[in-house]
């Protein structure tokens, strides 16, 4: 059973274009997260949801919008994609709100045109 | 917030040789440092983590020494093999009631390392 699954694992786009990433955990776990990995590997998160609330929001352009329809469900929305949008979106989950192991999705391969 | 140095950022080692990895943090509150594995177009995974209240941590060949006086964690590997090359990154977490970076990892830059047969 896959614990933390994303799809799409592979996005190719126009600049300009909407897209959306999604991420499951059948983890039971109550936080979930969206990290950047850009093409020097550097993990940066970007947004934090505990049981729908968020709780971290990075400094991140507007154009990116997290939305936690439950606390298993977390999607990701960039508008007017660029070409600096391109990385590895990573979604991650976690048991609490504390430090605890964070298991991460399979990753989406985001490339924009 | 926090911030963590990790290095070096490329470490290549003969099948057997132990590898060392070095992070520093800033953030003398920070009490959970997390290690994690990122093989070639995998995930990161946890492969070893360390609270404030030790000082060293070991699993087989992995060790994770921590100074808190230095504000510095170490991840040792013992008798590498080839299955040990990937980015290994480091990571400081500061006490879940510090508003709003709960559960919060700050993590290094990453450390490649390629273990040669």
């Not at chain 2, 003969?14 to 009490?31: L, R």
């Not at chain 2, 500061?94 to 830059?109: I, K, V, W």
């Amino acid at each position: 059973d896959t614990a933390v699954s994303q799809t799409p694992k592979y996005l190719v786009t126009q600049m300009g274009n909407d897209k959306s990433i999604k991420c499951e955990q059948n983890l039971g776990h109550d936080t979930m997260y969206w990290y950047k990995q850009d093409s020097k590997k550097f993990l940066k998160i970007m947004f934090s949801y505990n049981n729908k609330e968020l709780i971290i929001n990075e400094t991140v352009p507007n154009r990116f919008s997290p939305k936690s329809p439950d606390k298993a469900h977390l999607n990701l929305h960039i508008n007017s994609l660029e070409l600096g949008d391109s990385a590895v979106y990573f979604c991650a989950s976690s048991l609490g709100r504390g430090q605890e192991t964070q298991y991460f999705g399979p990753g989406t391969r985001l490339l924009v045109l | 917030g926090e911030n963590v140095e990790q290095h070096p950022s490329t470490l290549s080692v003969q099948e057997g040789d132990s590898a060392v990895i070095k992070c520093t943090y800033s953030d003398s509150a920070s009490n959970y440092f997390p290690w994690y594995k990122q093989e070639l177009g995998k995930r990161p995974q946890l492969i070893i983590d360390i609270r404030s209240n030790v000082g060293e941590k070991k699993d087989q060949r992995i060790a994770v020494t921590l100074n808190k006086t230095a504000k510095h964690f170490s991840l040792h590997i013992t008798e590498t093999q080839p299955e040990d090359s990937a980015v290994y990154f480091c990571a400081a977490s500061p006490p879940a009631d510090r508003g709003s970076t709960l559960g919060r990892l700050y993590f290094g830059r990453g450390t490649q390392l390629t273990v040669w047969p």
